[in-house]
């Protein structure tokens, strides 16, 4: 098994910048079966959503709404991927669910709340 826990959340102004992190842990042979980690998000009445991804080679991969302004990275060890959030907007305004995937399962952790005031 794998889990999963968002941290980072929280209160940010217009044009702000917030990092999120997220902890990845669990079994070396689970660990070892994870090819990519995502992250998503869902805005109230709204469906979730994907922002971004990293696949275990390195690609990237980022919604056309955060492009330009959000990175993805893997973080050490493959084990504390972050979302560097940078000229947010109202509109980024959700709750942040990191995920991450080998060839038969995802692993999502409960969301981190990320509050644009404009």
């Known amino acids: 098994q794998v889990q999963v826990v968002e941290s980072g959340g929280g209160l940010v102004q217009t044009g702000g910048s917030l990092r999120l992190s997220c902890a990845v842990s669990?079994?070396?042979?689970?660990?070892?079966?994870?090819?990519?980690t995502s992250w998503y998000r869902q805005a109230p009445g709204r469906e979730r959503e994907f922002v971004a991804s990293v696949a275990k080679s390195g690609s990237k991969n980022y919604a056309d709404s955060v492009k330009g302004r959000f990175t993805i990275a893997k973080g050490n060890g493959d084990n504390t991927p972050t979302l560097q959030m940078t000229s947010v907007k109202p509109e980024d305004t959700a709750t942040y669910y990191c995920?991450?995937?080998?060839?038969?399962?995802?692993?999502w952790g409960q969301g981190t709340q990320v509050t644009v005031s404009s």
């Open positions: 669990g079994s070396t042979a689970s660990l070892a079966t994870i090819i990519a």
């Open positions: 995920s991450v995937r080998s060839w038969t399962n995802s692993y």
